[in-house]
């Protein structure tokens, strides 16, 4: 019979673990735990999300990041052949979630919606990155334990599901041995992503007792083998001798899982399966064919749609309030969730140009000024025609917007009121990758709004609740990069003037918008009058390219960089430069030879 419970310290003891396991699978005991990244900024203060109107003055320095990622360039890191350890890692959420649709199909995860809501959503430690949250608690082993008990009783709940999980053999009476030795191979291959140890084989075999029911037979097997770590985790422990010393080259099912997840977040196809069996992936011939081949897939193109939302934050946004000033404000404009969603889509639409269409670069995405938006509302808060999706693709007027900064989904906020240190704080810290910490001692109003005063523009409010020396040596690098943005207001219209609201709604002023500003920017002074100036200016920093290339490196290896990944992030930042192609970027970093390998004792 199966346990109705699982306490986290029998289960949770195993799965957070960093070691070679004993005992049967899922009944071990392992020493060590993999970390979770420390915490970043709060949603409120990263520049992005947080609830509707919430424009804390001084929000962007207080979310400075708390994890272990280093500034600087990654040559300033020092360029060594010694990459930094990847900890053991469960799989995420999107993960855990693709790679049971893989084993059972659609339709079995689709009656799990009550079970799979248990799960919460990885992020809740506030990393940029979803999938960086490797934390492990008993919420986590109360759904994986509610998830694996109804799954495992669905797929074996009838003759007919049973005979499609394990063949016709396993509705015979009596059961034949062979029929369960077959199961245990095949499937178990299946959910380990490698075949099984014939002591891994032995010990699941030895649990199960085929004069028990049929059904009960195979019910407890899936259940045991997905509650295993072998399955909850990404395993890494194989592996031979690589040329540098202290570092292994994986074996070919560890290296065709690692390649599957980092493309497409879930687990290897049969083709991949095939590759690493007949050993042609650990070729570099066959492992170049494999790369083009799972970097081509529509699930790539998805996984780096998900990169770009997450980094752009652009899944946090706590929609628009419902109050006289907004609704003055918006001119007829119907604010809603739908409207955010096209927004949203004009950025996937744009970034799918220039990584698939187009094989353009990062600078022509920090500059382009071409119409990507579909959506005829959000052509509409534009003043342009929307693109029809064809060859020929529209411009916005001279002068107005340049690429990914002055679109929409990235200037949108919950009320009529923009927030330049919010906005400016976002490319600081997201764009730049320069961090503030927080000063300990911020005055006791730091994070409220400006007071109102309609004859004043909100760059001048925030100008003025700035400017005291104790505020001043952060703001002095936030404002500029937020200010020249103040020419595209709450919904990221273009204007050269603002209109200021009072809470009843009533138009108390209108005042000239000034973009013009000096921006610091490493250990350059450059002054921009507009936001084509400003995506030129951000274009043509070296810490922009920098910034990417840390910034894929944690999404797609879910940890920080450390001092001996300065190589890798270098090997990006060279490709993302100048007019380096950012779909090739993007694609080389699995042909780093650090991609294949791992730390010699690493997990």
């Known amino acids: 019979m199966i346990r109705t419970s699982v306490s986290i310290g029998l289960l949770l003891g195993v799965l957070g673990c960093s070691g070679n396991l004993e005992g049967p699978p899922g009944s071990g005991t392992a020493t060590g735990g993999a970390g979770a990244n420390g915490k970043g900024g709060s949603s409120a203060s990263s520049g992005r999300g947080g ?30 052949d010694e990459p930094a350890e990847t900890p053991l890692r469960r799989l995420s959420r999107l993960s855990y979630v693709n790679t049971l649709e893989a084993l059972f199909g659609d339709a079995a995860i689709d009656g799990l919606s009550a079970e799979l809501a248990q799960l919460f959503p990885d992020g809740e430690n506030e990393s940029v990155f979803t999938a960086n949250d490797v934390r492990v608690t008993q919420r986590h082993v109360d759904a ?23 063949g016709a053999c396993a509705t015979e009476s009596p059961l034949d041995q062979s029929c369960v030795e077959g199961f245990v191979t095949s499937f178990g291959e299946r959910v380990f992503r490698r075949p099984l140890t014939s002591a891994e084989s032995e010990r699941t075999l030895e649990l199960f007792d085929t004069a028990q029911p049929s059904a009960e037979v195979f019910r407890g097997i899936v259940f045991t083998l997905l509650l295993s770590p072998q399955f909850l985790y990404q395993f890494e422990t194989e ?75 652009l899944e946090g946004f706590g929609g628009f309030v419902n109050t006289p000033a907004f609704t003055a404000f918006a001119e007829g404009t119907d604010a809603d969730v739908a ?31 071409l119409v990507f938006t579909q959506s005829s509302r959000v052509a509409e808060l534009y003043g342009v025609s929307p693109w029809d999706g064809g060859a020929d693709i529209p411009s916005f007027p001279a002068g107005q917007r340049s690429g990914l900064l002055t679109r929409a989904a990235l200037l949108v906020e919950g009320n009529e009121v923009t927030n330049p240190i919010k906005r400016g704080a976002f490319v600081l810290r997201s764009v730049l990758c320069s961090d503030l910490e927080p000063p300990s001692d911020l005055p006791p109003d730091a994070l409220t709004l400006p007071p109102f005063d309609p004859d004043m523009s909100t760059r001048q409010r925030f100008e003025a609740k700035t400017s005291p020396q104790e505020c001043a040596g952060c703001h002095v690098m936030i404002n500029p990069l937020g200010f020249t943005l103040e020419s595209f207001d709450a919904l990221g219209r273009y204007r050269t003037e603002e209109r200021v609201f009072d809470d009843d709604g009533t138009l108390a002023n209108t005042v000239p918008v000034d973009p013009v ?17 400003y995506g030129e200016a951000l274009a043509a920093r070296p810490e922009a390219a920098d910034c990417l290339a840390k910034q894929y490196f944690r999404f797609t290896y879910r940890r920080h960089e450390a001092m001996g990944d300065a190589c890798t992030i270098a090997a990006i930042r060279t490709r993302v430069e100048g007019a380096g192609s950012l779909r090739e970027a993007l694609r080389s970093v699995a042909l780093e030879p650090w991609f294949r390998e791992k730390v010699e004792g690493a997990q």
């Open 51 to 80: 609830t509707s109107g919430g424009n804390g003055a001084s929000g962007g320095a207080s979310g400075a990041s708390g994890n272990s990622g280093t500034g600087g360039t990654g040559a300033a890191m020092g360029c060594t």
């Open 144 to 166: 994986w334990y509610g998830i694996t008990n109804a799954l495992s009783r669905a797929v074996t709940s009838d003759a007919d599901a049973l005979e499609e999980l394990a």
């Open 239 to 313: 592996g031979t001798p690589a040329a540098t010393a202290g570092r292994l080259r994986l074996s070919a099912h560890e290296l065709a899982a690692r390649l599957s997840y980092h493309f497409w977040q879930a687990p290897p196809d049969a083709a991949l399966v095939r590759a690493a069996a007949d050993g042609s992936l650990l070729t570099d011939d066959g492992y170049q064919s494999e790369v083009d081949r799972v970097f081509s897939d529509p699930r790539t193109h998805a996984t780096v749609s998900r990169f770009f939302r997450e980094w752009l934050g």
């Open 339 to 369: 409207l955010y969603d096209d927004m949203v889509g004009e950025i996937e639409d744009m970034v799918g140009h220039y990584v698939w269409d187009s094989d353009g670069s990062y600078a022509a995405l920090l500059t382009s000024n």
């Open 517 to 533: 500003t000096t921006l610091e920017l490493g250990s350059d002074t450059v002054v921009v009058n507009d936001a084509v100036e």
